[in-house]
């Protein structure tokens, strides 16, 4: 059958195309992708081309299809899957395959299996790896979300403390602790915040840091310090550029102790090295961001990595235990993903916004891969719903959900663009 997808054949070279899939084999399934969440890491693979770890060195003849934070329906299922997956169920799938040590993975390795198209093939080692997973959400968006949501919630469960009676560690972030989100009020900060204020282990104060006015108000009305109240936890949103010394000022927030954990969320040396002075006896401090360049570094108090148990570490990706948690707690309301969500598109818009994210403003880029629409701001819905009726149903559903995208604006763009689920 035909496909449209987003290929890469090589550096800043991505191309929307309809091509023939292949008859699937006896050991691949084929699926429907309904939506398809744009990543920074896929800009990075763009800007690499080639020179990117997990892309393959024959792109320029055989382009692999981007994108890897989807969701679908299964369409047809070889036969020795079809005893666990049927046609018609929704699917979510962790892309972390590490399959028999390859770096493999969709959306940066395959000719025929990525997010970014209408439909794809999936391989059977994703299968053998437990990484396709039955979805019973109520939305696809969801779905594509818990990808990165399980980034964040493995960085969570990454984080580790010790103890001076022995050499146990005791995994995840400090309970009751103090933690920190520097540069936290982006997409992947505010899933982090989500995250953060409903966890078992909860802390009893996250600070997220931002230098941008505009960003904190957006992160204050998506996730309102009450609604960490609610849960116990004491939320405080803090522009470091208006600090005299940011680090004085963000220790005198904890009573001078310091972060039992800190979360670095930009790639930038100036934060990561604030992050390391932040630290609390025993603090565990995640270089969450990926940088691009391979040689950045950093200057760390290695001092305090002896003396006062510092742990620097960082974490990427989850684990499939970590992708059934986010869709676990999306499908309960207990996190929000849409939080992460600024902009809306169809599979169109994906080439053009991925080459160009930085330079986009706002959080998340959600497409869906079945129909044609600009990539749209959610913020923008109000102007443009004067003029169209689309998208004053648009702006009327997400205003009464704090501005945030939902199941029934979803529901929406299906309907408006005939789209079978």
């Known amino acids: 059958m035909k496909t449209r997808a987003v290929r890469m054949y090589g550096t800043r070279d991505l191309r929307l195309e309809e091509f023939e899939l292949p008859e699937i084999r006896e050991d691949e399934i084929l699926v429907k992708v309904m ?12 800007e690499q081309g080639k020179k990117h770890k997990r892309a393959p060195q024959n792109i320029d003849t055989n382009p692999v299809i981007i994108g890897h934070e989807f969701a679908g329906v299964i369409v047809e299922v070889g036969e020795k899957w ?31 299996f990525g997010g970014a198209c209408t439909y794809c093939i999936i391989p059977h080692e994703v299968m053998e790896l437990g990484c396709l997973m039955p979805y019973e959400g109520d939305s696809f968006f969801e779905a594509s979300l818990g990808e990165p949501m399980s980034c964040i919630i493995g960085g969570y469960h990454g984080n580790y403390h010790t103890n001076k009676r022995n050499h146990d560690l005791s995994v ?13 009020c982006g ?15 909860r802390p009893k104060r996250i600070v997220v840091t931002d230098i941008d006015d505009a960003k904190i108000e957006r992160a204050r009305e998506v996730i309102p310090e009450g609604k960490a109240a609610e849960n116990g936890v004491e939320l405080l949103y803090v522009n470091t550029a208006k600090m005299e010394d940011p680090v004085e000022g963000l220790r005198a927030i904890t009573g001078g102790k310091g972060y039992d954990d800190v979360f670095v969320y930009i790639p930038n040396r100036k934060v990561a090295e604030m992050g390391d002075q932040l630290l609390a006896f025993d603090g ?31 974490t990427t990706g989850g684990n499939n235990d970590d992708l059934i948690e986010a869709n676990d707690l999306a499908a309960k309301g207990k996190i929000e993903p849409a939080v992460m969500v600024t902009h809306v598109g169809g599979i169109d818009s994906i080439a053009d916004a991925t080459l160009n994210l930085p330079k986009i ?21 109000g102007k443009l719903g004067e003029s169209d ?3 004053q149903k648009l702006d009327e559903v997400c205003k009464k959900n704090r501005g945030l995208w ?16």
Do not use: W
């Not at 939506?35 to 763009?46: F, P, Q, R, V």
């Not at 915040?193 to 966890?199: D, H, L, P």
């Not at 403003?361 to 819905?381: H, S, V």
């Open 35 to 46: 939506s398809d969440s744009i990543c920074m890491s896929t800009y990075k693979l763009a």
């Open 406 to 421: 939902s199941a029934e604006a979803e529901q929406i763009l299906f309907e408006h663009f005939g789209v079978e689920q």
């Open 389 to 391: 009726p689309l998208f």
């Open 361 to 381: 403003p706002g959080g998340k880029k959600l497409t869906y891969t079945q129909f044609d629409m600009p990539l749209t701001a959610i913020e923008d819905f």
């Open 82 to 112: 079809k005893d666990q997956f049927k046609p018609g169920m929704k699917f979510a799938q962790q892309p972390a395959l590490n399959y028999k040590g390859s770096l493999a993975s969709p959306g940066y390795s395959y000719e025929f």
């Open 172 to 184: 995840g972030t400090k309970p009751d602790g103090d933690i920190i989100i520097l540069g936290g």
């Open 284 to 314: 565990c401090m995640n270089f969450f961001a990926g940088p691009t360049d391979n040689q950045f570094k950093g200057e760390i108090n290695l001092y305090n990595v002896h003396y006062t148990s510092a742990h620097i570490m960082g």
């Open 187 to 201: 997409p992947m900060g505010l899933g982090a915040v989500s995250y953060g204020i409903q966890i078992e282990n």
